[in-house]
Nanobody, 119 residues
Framework: QVQFVESGGGLVQPGGSLRLSCAAS????????MGWYRQAPGKQRELVAL???????KYVDSVKGRFTISRDNAKNTVYLQMNSLKPEDTAVYYC?????????????WGQGTQVTVSS
């Protein structure tokens, strides 16, 4: 079955950077779009970045110019480089395969990785 393993989160000061990684298994990784979702306390999970199988990217407005999504098909891994972090970026970050309506294809989620932006 599909499995996602996220890593790379942590505590960082405002303006800092983090690089998240998500290793996927159980799917033919190279043919799928991949997305990074996040869920802040008391809020719904939202898709913040996606990358298609061809390498095209899309971002939610709140992270444009600060986050960069990339993928390595040889490693079945998707990355999220996060720069100029803000307190409002604090959330648990997850990866999954996004549908055209941004909802996840798979019901199973990894454990996520906590990102906390605070001074």
């Amino acid at each position: 079955q599909v499995q996602f393993v996220e890593s790379g989160g942590g505590l960082v000061q405002p303006g800092g950077s983090l690089r998240l990684s998500c290793a996927a298994s159980g799917i033919i990784f190279s043919i799928y779009a991949m997305g990074w979702y996040r869920q802040a306390p008391g809020k719904q999970r939202e898709l913040v970045a996606l990358i298609t199988s061809g390498g095209s990217t899309k971002y939610v407005d709140s992270v444009k110019g600060r986050f960069t999504i990339s993928r390595d098909n040889a490693k079945n891994t998707v990355y999220l480089q996060m720069n100029s972090l803000k307190p409002e970026d604090t959330a648990v970050y997850y990866c999954n395969v996004p549908r055209s309506d941004d909802q996840p294809v798979f019901n199973s989620w990894g454990q996520g990785t906590q990102v906390t932006v605070s001074s």
